[in-house]
Structure formats: structure tokens, C-alpha cells
């Protein structure tokens, strides 16, 4: 049913492109098609559920061998857009609708949800399994803030039209790079507030993000401890020892 949907979506358009059409090319009635699946939006759920969990294999090779943030957060991104690259042109067929806060199919949606956490997850692991150092209190805050990168990658993903999607691989390093910086940066402690800002500032005002970080409160438990004046090496990635 899914592979149906995304090659009618392809040729007619999603707007166009109807249950019982998708039935009839599928070989199922359309009584079938609407037991496993409400509507094209449900397929659309489904679609996003395979791709993140075909994305979650594609990155163990990067997430089980590398250690340093920079190259491990690159390995991610470019991961989803090997992953992807299949469904970029079916992209743009349905971007317009996912693009409204209130539809279903927006990554933001409540519908969406199973896909975002496994994202968020995948994120979560990148930086837990990196040697860079974060203060305790940004240790929810940096891994929402990257897949908020990657969603404005996939935006940008959706609108290039390069040979092999050249210039959105090149989008992912730099911003990659600079993603480890503010990583880095992070560790002093005069700059933790901007980050919690900037933090903030998503969470409040994109659609689903105050759900999400409200369903995880209670697995922050209490106030982290606070870290002692010790200062930090140049790098930001550990105390000065003396």
C-alpha cells in the first residue's frame, strides 16, 4: 500500500491521488485499504515510520565507531539524505500540505510523533556517545535544538534541485561544523543561557515541541547539580587541571 501511494503520488499528486485509486493499484479493496490505514495521511505516517527506522540502521556504522561530535552529527544527517534520496522528487508533491502546522503530516503534529522520538532519540545518542562535554543542564536542550537542524536540512533538501542533491550534502557539513562549535561554546558557562534561549525560543513557538519536551519532563527528574567554578580549556571539552 505505501509503495503504491508514493509512485501515484509521484504521477497524479498527493492532492489528487485517492484511497480507493490507491486500493485499486494495490490489489486490496478499499474496505482493506481503510482497516490498516484511515486515509493518505495514515499512509503518509506509515512512510515517515519506515524511513526513520531505515534511517536508525544507516547511522549504526557512524554512531558504533566514531567518537568525535563534529563527524558523528555529519554521519547522521548525511545518513537521512542517502536514505531519502529515493523519495526526493515525491517530496515536493506533498511538502505544501506538510507544510501547515495543522495538518497531520507535519513533523511537528501529534501524528507524527513516533517518528519525531525516534529521531530525537537518534540525536540523543549522538551526542551521548561523543567525547564532547555538555553541561547537565543543556543535556535535553542541545539534542532538540540538532534535530531542529535537521528538519530546516530536509527543508532545504525538498527545494534543491543540484545533481545528487550536491549542495544540501554540502549544507550538512557546514552546519555540522558549526553545531559543534556552539557545542563546544556551550561548556562555558556564560554562554549556557543562550543556548537555553535559543531553546526556548523553538520549544514556545513551534508547533508540537512544547508536547514533546512536556511528555519527557518528568525523565529530567530534579534540578541537575550545579558544576563548580573550575575553568575550561580552550576547547571547551574539559577542566584546567591546577
Do not use: C
Not at 539524505?81 to 497531520?104: C, G, I, R, T
Not at 558549526?178 to 531553546?199: D, Q
Request: cysteine-free; glycine content about 8%; charged content about 25%.
Amino acid at each position: 500500500m505505501i509503495e503504491t501511494a508514493l509512485r501515484l503520488f509521484r504521477e497524479r499528486g498527493y492532492d489528487k491521488t485517492t484511497m480507493r485509486a490507491i486500493a485499486q493499484e494495490a490489489g486490496v479493496s478499499v474496505g482493506n485499504a481503510y482497516y490498516y490505514f484511515g486515509g493518505k495521511e495514515h499512509l503518509i505516517q506509515g512512510f515517515y515510520d519506515r524511513i526513520v527506522a531505515e534511517h536508525a540502521v544507516a547511522v549504526r556504522p557512524v554512531l558504533d565507531e566514531e567518537r568525535d561530535f563534529e563527524k558523528r552529527f555529519l554521519g547522521v544527517l548525511a545518513a537521512w539524505l542517502d536514505v531519502a534520496a529515493p523519495y526526493h522528487e515525491f517530496a515536493s508533491q506533498f511538502f505544501k500540505n506538510a507544510a501547515d502546522p495543522e495538518s497531520p503530516l507535519s513533523p511537528f503534529s501529534p501524528e507524527s510523533e513516533s517518528a519525531r522520538r525516534v529521531s530525537l532519540d537518534i540525536h540523543r545518542e549522538v551526542l551521548a556517545g561523543s567525547k564532547a562535554k555538555v553541561s547537565p543542564e543543556l543535556a535535553d536542550a542541545v539534542p532538540e535544538l540538532m534535530w531542529l537542524a535537521q528538519m530546516g536540512l530536509v527543508l532545504y533538501w525538498v527545494f534543491d534541485r543540484s545533481g545528487g542533491s550536491e549542495k544540501t550534502y554540502r549544507l550538512a557539513a557546514r552546519g555540522a561544523r558549526l553545531t559543534a562549535h556552539g557545542v563546544r561554546l556551550s561548556r562555558f558557562r556564560l554562554l549556557r543561557p543562550l543556548v537555553n534561549e535559543v531553546h526556548d525560543l523553538f520549544r514556545d513557538f513551534l508547533p508540537g515541541m512544547a508536547e514533546t519536551v512536556a511528555r519527557r519532563a518528568p525523565s529530567r527528574g530534579a534540578t541537575p547539580p550545579r558544576e563548580d567554578a573550575t575553568s575550561l580549556d580552550s576547547t571547551g571539552e574539559g577542566p584546567v587541571s591546577g
